[in-house]
């Protein structure tokens, strides 16, 4: 980990059986050697093309005939329009419209990307819209309010700072603790240089343990705060903090919408959109082009789509990138000219899904470092942490590949995903001077995503916290020497015990 801390700590649950760090002595790229480069060939005819403030596209190529793809905003669309299994990629390409282009075209509101195609050459150009300094202020619904009736009229606890963070949150599917060592070593240097008391500091929890198999069971703790809702037409937490004047953001890199996909059954209509309801930008519909996400058959196979073995390219750039176009496009929205004097009424909170450490040779994740550590530089000299609040995290390990499914130490992968947050040193100063100050503590104390849940229901609702959150969130310590059983971790499932 960032702080070289060692892993036995009395009284604290201890990762059960050997682990061997055997597969760290591999070459990179050993696994998947013979799936081809992990580089995207470039485009051979570079594509000029542009738009401006006002919704203005303007090409420039050398091909012949040049159209204009005009892919669908999905934000508002139903949860029925939305599912992953051949429906929300085909009702992309339906409503996507293309146009030849004479000259400059103007687009319409609420449209985040085109593609640009000049003859056999195609580049994707996203931007946010509308702007944000002319988003009007969001004011939920009454029936579906989030906030308790006086929220409005709380006042913020004796010496809490009255300031709000933004949130940057940035998931990356499948990634152990280890894993993201192993793979991305840019992004872990990068990642150690945000720790700078007195401006930022770094948490990393090290004994944090995934609460499923799967995506399913702790991504729902995580953004609903429970794995079975009890609730009907429960709101994910981007949602929660909607409610309470934040500007939302999503990015999914794999064609999917989460909602739809883990809670869409707990819905009472279909017709309902939990994107219109929750977010204010969506981009998905880049992700759905079908040369990189099949429009027939097994969209997640092993070499082509979200879950391929191969370097996933999409007209000569990793798909990834265009994810942290948008996300780099907003936050220079979100702090410049009129968007800084929004932003500085309304916090953001900005999500970037990606899911390069969702295969089986757990070599693809590599091919997130470049970008992700430059993230991570640009973060760090642009004081953003100053005023963000910085997650990282995964919601388990590698489950596929040899690591997982013959050795101990793949097991304990699997069971302990990659967190770390990093917090502006105000927000940071406050917790550690409570009388139970948790940050420190909990890093070698056992964790689960749904404290990171309780987390970020604080931060939406900062200053004015509900104090039953905060208890059961990172800041305040979980007990020592905690159990599976006392983290409603199962017991067939558990791998780190007291």
């Given at each position: ?28 790229g050993v696994q998947n050697f ?210 309470r004047g934040y500007i939302t ?152 590949g040899l690591n997982f499914a ?93």
């Amino acid at each position: 980990g960032t702080f070289d801390r060692l892993q036995s700590y009395p009284g604290e649950c201890q990762w059960q059986g050997h682990n061997y760090p055997i597969f760290d002595l591999l070459p990179a790229g050993v696994q998947n050697f013979w799936a081809g480069s992990m580089y995207c060939k470039p485009e051979t005819n570079k594509v000029n093309a542009s738009i401006d403030t006002n919704g203005l596209l303007t090409v420039n190529c050398s091909g012949s005939g040049i159209f204009v793809d005009i892919l669908p905003d999905t934000r508002s669309w139903p949860l029925k329009k939305k599912s992953k299994w051949q429906v929300f990629n085909h009702r992309v390409l339906e409503e996507t419209r293309r146009e030849r282009y004479a000259g400059p075209l103007q687009l319409d509101d609420n449209i985040q990307a085109v593609v640009v195609r000049c003859g056999a050459n195609s580049k994707i150009i996203t931007r946010v819209s509308p702007r944000v300094s002319k988003r009007p202020v969001y004011i939920p619904p009454e029936d579906t309010d989030t906030r308790s009736a006086n929220f409005s009229i709380q006042q913020p606890a004796p010496g809490v700072p009255n300031r709000r963070p933004n949130v940057l949150f940035v998931f990356v599917d499948a990634t152990s603790h280890r894993q993201f060592y192993r793979r991305l070593k840019k992004s872990a240097a990068a990642l150690k240089t945000l720790h700078r008391p007195g401006r930022s500091t770094l948490t990393e929890l090290y004994r944090y343990h995934t609460l499923g198999v799967s995506t399913d069971n702790s991504t729902k703790a995580m953004y609903v705060g429970e794995i079975t809702p009890t609730k009907p037409n429960p709101l994910p937490i981007w949602a929660y903090f909607r409610d309470r004047g934040y500007i939302t953001a999503r990015v999914e890199t794999s064609c999917e919408d989460w909602t739809r996909t883990y809670l869409g059954k707990y819905y009472s209509s279909s017709e309902y959109s939990v994107g219109n309801r929750s977010l204010d930008y969506e981009l998905s519909s880049p992700f759905c082009m079908p040369e990189f996400y099949p429009s027939t058959g097994n969209a997640f196979g092993n070499f082509k789509g979200p879950f391929s073995i191969t370097a996933r390219c999409l007209y000569g750039r990793h798909v990834h990138e265009y994810g942290f176009d948008y996300i780099d496009q907003l936050r220079h929205e979100l702090r410049s000219g009129d968007g800084l004097q929004k932003q500085q009424q309304q916090p953001y909170l900005l999500m970037l899904n990606l899911m390069e450490g969702h295969e089986g040779t757990g070599e693809v994740l590599r091919t997130l470092d470049n970008r992700l550590s430059e993230l991570l530089t640009d973060l760090d000299k642009s004081g953003e942490l100053e005023d963000t609040a910085l997650f990282i995290l995964s919601d388990h390990g590698l489950h596929m590949g040899l690591n997982f499914a013959f050795l101990n130490s793949g097991q304990i992968e699997h069971k302990n995903p990659f967190f770390a947050m990093a917090l502006p040193h105000w927000l940071r100063d406050f917790a550690d001077n409570q009388v139970e100050a948790g940050l420190s503590v909990n890093e070698q104390r056992l964790t689960t995503p749904l404290e990171t849940h309780y987390t970020l229901k604080t931060l939406a609702s900062w200053p004015r916290f509900d104090m039953s959150d905060y208890k059961r969130s990172l800041f305040s310590p979980v007990a020592a020497g905690r159990s599976c059983s006392d983290a409603g971790i199962g017991s067939n499932f558990c791998m780190c015990k007291v």
